[in-house]
């Protein structure tokens, strides 16, 4: 079992950045692909980034690439998504989920996905 706790998102200017944390229980973080996903009101949920469990492979949605970073930290069990340069069109529940047991290096569908953080609010204003 594997839960997963994000923080970081609020209320930041077109422009500004944000950046947000998941936790994860469990000794399985370490060998996870972990992802980040969002979903604004009215819309499906959608991709975001994703890194492998060694940070060697990372994969962006076009849409955020060069200005969001996923990262992690394996001993403190911990992924992170930097966001720079928002725009009012990232405004979205950021979720953070998890891949056990991976078998390719990155996945960008959300069912493929086997546990999901609670989400956490970001609004970018203009």
């Known amino acids: 079992q594997v839960q997963l706790v994000e923080s970081g998102g609020g209320l930041v200017q077109a422009g500004g950045s944000l950046r947000l944390s998941c936790a994860a229980s469990?000794?399985?973080?370490?060998?996870?692909?972990m992802g980040w996903f969002r979903q604004a009101p009215g819309k499906e949920r959608e991709f975001v980034a994703t890194?492998?469990?060694?940070?060697?492979?990372?994969y962006y949605h076009d849409s955020v690439k060069g200005r969001f970073t996923i990262s992690r930290d394996n001993a403190k069990n911990t992924v992170y998504l930097q966001m720079n340069s928002l725009k009012p069109e990232d405004t979205a529940v950021y979720y953070c989920?998890?891949?056990?047991?991976?078998?390719?290096?990155?996945?960008?569908?959300?069912?493929?996905?086997?546990?999901w953080g609670q989400g956490t609010q970001v609004t970018v204003s203009s």
């Open positions: 989920a998890a891949v056990l047991y991976s078998k390719r290096y990155y996945y960008t569908a959300w069912n493929e996905y086997d546990y």
């Open positions: 469990g000794r399985t973080f370490s060998s996870a692909t």
């Open positions: 890194i492998n469990f060694n940070s060697f492979t990372t």
